[in-house]
């Protein structure tokens, strides 16, 4: 069974920062394969991407977190992170991760708020 769990949410003031966590187990196939990506959605709004990170460690990320959002990922431990810095109220949302290779898989979320 593939289970994708988030971790890291919390409560923050505009400014502070927060580490998520995205653990994976039970990939059919080696972790270091996928792309993997942080998906927020707040209420009312669209889902986005925030930020991925592929088999080769390349990274893309959205404008609005340039240069504060680190993305990262340790195939040893089949875990993904996100390092949030500078945090802004509208980065308020609940993150997904997600890992892609032939299929995609979702985790449940962690919700992240942050107060100005």
């Known amino acids: 069974q593939v289970r994708l769990v988030e971790s890291g949410g919390g409560s923050v003031q505009a400014g502070g920062s927060l580490r998520l966590s995205c653990a994976a187990s039970g990939l059919p196939w080696d972790y270091h394969n996928y792309k993997l990506t942080w998906f927020r959605q707040a209420p009312g709004k669209e889902r986005e991407e925030v930020a991925s990170i592929d088999s080769v460690m390349f990274t893309t990320y959205t404008d609005s977190v340039k240069g504060r959002f680190t993305i990262s990922r340790d195939n040893a431990k089949n875990t993904l992170y996100l390092q949030m810095d500078s945090l802004k109220p509208e980065d308020t949302a609940m993150y997904y991760c997600?890992?892609?290779?032939?299929?995609?898989?979702w985790g449940r979320g962690t919700q992240v708020t942050v107060s100005s």
């Open positions: 997600a890992a892609v290779f032939s299929s995609a898989y």
